[in-house]
């Protein structure tokens, strides 16, 4: 049995690998992806830490996170976020905080996101946001915004999501981002495919998977068409604790780790 998973699980990336050399380029790539599993693509929230980050309508009922990760060379664009969420009746909201970098950039968002289910397996979602933005010893702040839906329909997940990207610090308002997300799900993979669009900017596209190779071990892939961009990444999930660690090639930076632990409870 575990023979043919693994036959399996070899046959599917490569299939993704070959995918690389027919799907274009599409402008330039900004890479704003929050933790490990929404940089690989990852859309269910059972799987998706931070899911909520991107789409609001996914905040889920009762869970508590702390991850704190680095990307490239293990010391550079630190990112910590600690978020908590919970229920009332119809209701699920939490509350988020996070820090991106340190000076002389710093970025902070203090979120609270709110949920609810308006009929069977179809959820929406608003993220109300305060941000502040520290540029040498200079402070900006400013309140934003995203909202979100979400609905699952047997092994299928399908999400539409707005992210309102605007920074403190800047004169002109910045373009909202459109994110459209699918999911398919079976027993121990998922397919994922994530589309973004900042209006009047950029689009790109992201296809990615997911396997199981046992309940506290997952192996991700995943391919941006900006050049090809591939990602690869590995989760161990133990009890209450976390480990993401992944490996991003792309043609035009060198390539590099993203690493991040994390605590739930």
Not at 30 to 38: M, P, Q, R, T
Not at 89 to 95: A, D, Q, R
Not at 130 to 142: A, E, M, P, S
Not at 221 to 246: A, M, P, Q, W
Request: with cysteine; glycine share 8%; hydrophobic share 40%.
């Amino acid at each position: 049995m575990l023979y043919i998973r693994i036959n399996k699980i070899v046959l599917f990336l490569l299939i993704f690998f070959l995918s690389g050399f027919f799907i274009s380029n599409c402008g330039i790539y900004l890479f704003k992806s929050v933790g490990y599993d929404n940089m690989m693509g990852a859309f269910n929230g059972a799987d998706n830490n931070f899911a909520f980050y991107e789409n609001p309508a996914l905040i889920e009922s009762k869970k508590s996170y702390m991850s704190y990760y680095n990307k490239y060379s293990m010391s550079e664009l630190n990112t910590a976020l600690i978020s908590q969420s919970y229920q009332i009746k119809f209701l699920n909201f939490g509350i988020y905080l996070l820090h991106f970098q340190k000076r002389p950039y710093k970025e902070e968002e203090y979120g609270l996101v709110l949920s609810k289910e308006v009929f069977d397996s179809f959820k929406i979602g608003i993220n109300l946001k305060y941000l502040r933005n520290v540029i040498f010893d200079q402070n900006y702040y400013g309140f934003s915004y995203d909202i979100g839906g979400y609905y699952g329909y047997k092994n299928h997940n399908f999400g539409i999501s707005f992210k309102n990207v605007e920074k403190p610090y800047l004169a002109e308002r910045v373009n909202m981002d459109f994110i459209f997300k699918y999911s398919y799900i079976r027993d121990f993979y998922r397919i994922n495919f994530r589309y973004v669009k900042i209006y009047s900017l950029y689009e790109y596209y992201l296809i990615g998977c997911e396997f199981d190779l046992s309940e506290k071990l997952k192996l991700s892939y995943s391919l941006v068409t900006e050049k090809n961009e591939n990602r690869i990444g590995i989760k161990f999930d133990i009890k209450r604790y976390l480990l993401d660690i992944g490996y991003i090639v792309h043609p035009g930076l060198k390539n590099y780790f993203i690493a991040g632990i994390g605590v739930k409870w």
